[in-house]
């Protein structure tokens, strides 16, 4: 059974679709995992930096994109799942010389229509506003989650705003990763996807449940070594959990975004930052295995 992890802040230009890729790379290079990364976000960045600009217009011609995905799909036409996956994407190889195991849903400029069109039709069988938001919603939910089967790991990376398919994908990870920049208007941010994550009013509600029970977790990025990004993030990790890991700003990582059609070593891609892969790579590693130690205790519960 896959484990869902969504990279998602409402905020734009944190970082989401670099580190849901990064994380990609690493999950499948040094952990040997199977992973899926689908693309929710409409400027198609994830995409972009794994099957680069040719490769991405190649799959949307060919009608095989999240959004084909969800409008073929969503009034439970019996398809296939795996039609809509891209297999071996990236441009790294694993340790043994092939292709890192990445697939990939890829985005679509036309999610967006596409989630109206689907409001639509569901609203011609309902006039309760709320019925027919959650419906679309669970819909696409369900659309995600066809996918654990076959993957280790599956990808969710989230547009900046709110969507459905962006809130769908928030209901159904396992763990949030959060990345933001440490500035004022990030903290605000934070707040606010931690409050709708945990389906909480208020941050002295969100105060009842444990850091250590949320479903979500902080990640800073573009961290400077300077006082006052270690007092926000300082300030940050008093409300909400955070990971052990910093992403400081670094070329390795801004060049990580170009898709380039020769696969080399995910050392070579990274170039200065694969110390920051390495170790985002292990921490996010110890996620997994309590998710998957959790899902275990509750399953002998459940008998
Ligand atoms: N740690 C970093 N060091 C250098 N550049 C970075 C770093 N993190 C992200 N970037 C760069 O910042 C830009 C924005 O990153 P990215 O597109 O991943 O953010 P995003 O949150 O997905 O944005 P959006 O909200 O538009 O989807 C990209 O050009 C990326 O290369
Ligand atoms: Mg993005």
Not at 116 to 131: C, N, T
Not at 139 to 161: A, H, S, T, W
Not at 271 to 283: C, N, T, W, Y
Request: charge should be negative; proline fraction near 4%.
């Amino acid at each position: 059974m896959a484990v869902f992890l969504a990279v998602a802040n409402r905020k734009g230009g944190v970082g989401k679709s670099t580190i849901a890729v990064m994380l990609a790379h690493a999950l499948s290079v040094y952990g040997g995992k199977r992973v899926l990364v689908l693309d929710l976000d409409s400027q198609c960045n994830a995409s972009l930096i794994l099957m680069g600009g040719q490769g991405w217009n190649e799959a949307r011609k060919a009608g095989k994109t999240i959004s084909d995905y969800f409008y073929d799909l969503f009034d439970g036409i019996p398809a296939n799942a795996r039609d809509y996956v891209a297999r071996n994407v990236g441009d790294v190889t694993a340790g043994n010389g092939k292709p890192a195991p990445i697939a990939l849903v890829p985005g679509s400029l036309l999610l967006e229509d596409i989630q109206g069109e689907l409001y639509l039709k569901q609203a011609s069988q309902s006039h309760i506003p709320d019925v027919v938001a959650n419906r679309v919603r669970g819909r696409i939910e369900l659309l995600i989650r066809r996918f654990e089967g076959d993957f280790d790991v599956v990808i969710l990376d989230c547009p900046p705003g709110l969507s459905f398919a962006a809130l769908a994908a928030l209901k159904t990870a396992d763990k949030v990763i959060v990345p933001f920049r440490p500035d004022y208007v990030s903290q605000l941010a934070v707040d606010r996807i931690a409050l709708l994550i945990e389906d909480k009013r208020t941050i002295d509600d969100l105060a009842e449940i444990p850091i250590e029970d949320r479903r979500y977790t902080c990640l800073a990025n573009y961290v400077r070594d300077d006082n006052k990004h270690y007092m926000l993030i300082e300030e940050i990790s008093l409300v909400h959990p955070l990971m052990e890991t910093f992403l400081p700003q670094r070329e390795g990582i801004a060049n990580a975004f170009d898709f380039i059609n020769e696969r080399r070593s995910i050392e070579t891609k990274y170039s200065d930052a694969i110390g920051d892969v390495k170790e985002l790579h292990i921490e996010t590693e110890k996620l997994l295995e309590e998710i998957v130690k959790s899902a275990q205790k509750d399953k002998v519960a459940a008998h």
